[in-house]
Every structure is written in structure tokens, then in C-alpha cells.
């Protein structure tokens, strides 16, 4: 989806090519439920939601406007396979299993969301998570690596736009995106048959 399709506020949005790299590693395809934490404008989401009609969709973010922008992209594209929740990570989330999670942001609660991602995640489930700032990819790798998921795999997405400047162009960068996926190795507690 391209990112003129959105409905927009200052909430900050994953732009169209770090969602198409990180809907990727998600790996939706045979997915029946995706979580995506710190939402923001929901375009990650929404964008799954609409692309895989079997995928059960729930959101949470904790910012009203981000709340608002939600709603409104969710009345905009009628999507039906969507559960928006208002609160906090992890601590307003259901305790039941998922099958994919993103995590855009983290509300400084990255160490208490990757220890739910673990305790939720269904056996092969992925988790995907995008950072901008190096620190937190750091302590995110460690504390994969702690809670012994699999299949870690980091890249980092730089992102420049054509754009007019008098009589010339330029490519106007975007801030790179470190996106961080793995993959749950083991079984998961709340693993439904």
C-alpha cells in the first residue's frame, strides 16, 4: 500500500518500504493471528489485515492520537478482521497465542514485551521488530538471544526519495530502520491445538 492511502496526524508511520520488508518477515501467508505492538497510525496492521483477510488482527497503542488515527484508517478501509486495544504493552494485552507479532514500539517495556512475545508466540511464530535507534536493536538482540529464539536475522533499510529542489533533483533520505525478525524455536506456553 502506498503511503498516501493512510489517513495521517503527527503520529509517526512505518513508511511503505520498511512495511513491505518487515510484512515480509513476518511471513504472513499461513498465519492466523498477528499482534502488532505500538501501532502508531496502524499501518503496518491495517496493511496486513486487508493483504490476508484469513489473519486476525489486534493492535494495541497507548497514544490517543494514535488511537484516534486508527480508528479512522479502520472506518476508512472497512476492515472487519481487526481488534484495536487502548492501553499499554504488555500489561493491557490477553494472554493467548499468536502467531506473528511486530513491534514498532516499545514504551520502554522492550525487555517485558519480548518476554511476552515468548510466553505467546506459537511454535514457529515470528516476531519482527524495527528500531531506529541502535541501542535498543542491541539490547533487543541480547535479550532474543536470552529467551533462545531462533532464526535471527538484522538488516538495516535506508530509504531515499526523489524529490525536486529548484530546476534539480535529490534522493531526500528517510531515518534508517534497523528491522530485527526471529523466530520462536520452541513451544510456546499458550500454544492452542
Same mark, same amino acid.
Given at each position: 500500500?502506498?503511503?498516501?492511502?493512510?489517513?495521517?496526524?503527527?503520529?509517526?508511520?512505518t513508511?511503505?518500504?520498511?512495511?513491505?520488508?518487515?510484512?515480509?518477515?513476518? #511471513?504472513?501467508?499461513?498465519?492466523?493471528?498477528?499482534?502488532?505492538?505500538?501501532?502508531?497510525? =496502524?499501518?503496518?496492521?491495517?496493511?496486513?489485515?486487508?493483504?490476508?483477510?484469513?489473519?486476525?488482527?489486534?493492535?494495541?497503542?497507548?497514544?490517543?492520537?494514535?488511537? #484516534?488515527?486508527?480508528?479512522?484508517?479502520l472506518?476508512?478501509?472497512?476492515?472487519?478482521?481487526? /481488534?484495536?486495544?487502548a =492501553?499499554?504493552?504488555?500489561?493491557?494485552l490477553?494472554? @493467548?497465542?499468536? #502467531?506473528?507479532?511486530?513491534?514498532?514500539?516499545?514504551?520502554? /517495556?522492550?525487555?517485558?514485551?519480548?518476554?511476552?512475545a515468548?510466553?505467546t508466540?506459537?511454535?514457529?511464530?515470528?516476531?519482527?521488530l524495527?528500531?531506529?535507534?541502535?541501542?535498543?536493536?542491541?539490547q533487543?538482540? #541480547?535479550?532474543?538471544? @536470552?529467551?533462545?529464539?531462533?532464526?535471527l536475522?538484522?538488516?538495516?533499510?535506508?530509504?531515499?526519495?526523489?524529490?525536486?529542489?529548484?530546476? =534539480? /533533483?535529490?534522493?531526500?533520505?528517510?531515518?534508517?530502520?534497523?528491522?530485527m525478525a526471529?523466530?520462536?524455536g520452541?513451544?510456546?506456553?499458550n500454544?492452542?491445538?
Open positions: 500500500m502506498r503511503d498516501e492511502e493512510f489517513l495521517r496526524n503527527k503520529v509517526p508511520m513508511k511503505s518500504e520498511v512495511r513491505a520488508i518487515s510484512l515480509d518477515k513476518l #511471513d504472513l501467508s499461513d498465519k492466523k493471528r498477528l499482534l502488532d505492538i505500538g501501532a502508531g497510525t =496502524g499501518s503496518v496492521s491495517i496493511q496486513a489485515a486487508r493483504q490476508f483477510p484469513q489473519l486476525q488482527v489486534t493492535a494495541i497503542e497507548r497514544n490517543p492520537q494514535g488511537i #484516534d488515527i486508527i480508528q479512522q484508517n472506518n476508512r478501509f472497512q476492515l472487519s478482521n481487526f /481488534h484495536l486495544i =492501553g499499554e504493552a504488555p500489561k493491557d490477553p494472554l @493467548q497465542a499468536f #502467531d506473528a507479532i511486530f513491534v514498532g514500539g516499545s514504551g520502554k /517495556h522492550l525487555a517485558e514485551i519480548i518476554q511476552y515468548a510466553q508466540l506459537t511454535n514457529e511464530g515470528t516476531l519482527v524495527n528500531f531506529i535507534l541502535l541501542e535498543n536493536a542491541l533487543a538482540q #541480547d535479550i532474543l538471544e @536470552q529467551y533462545q529464539f531462533q532464526k536475522e538484522i538488516v538495516e533499510i535506508n530509504v531515499a526519495k526523489w524529490h525536486q529542489l529548484g530546476s =534539480g /533533483h535529490y534522493f531526500k533520505p528517510n531515518n534508517p530502520t534497523i528491522v526471529a523466530c520462536q520452541g513451544q510456546s506456553k500454544e492452542e491445538n
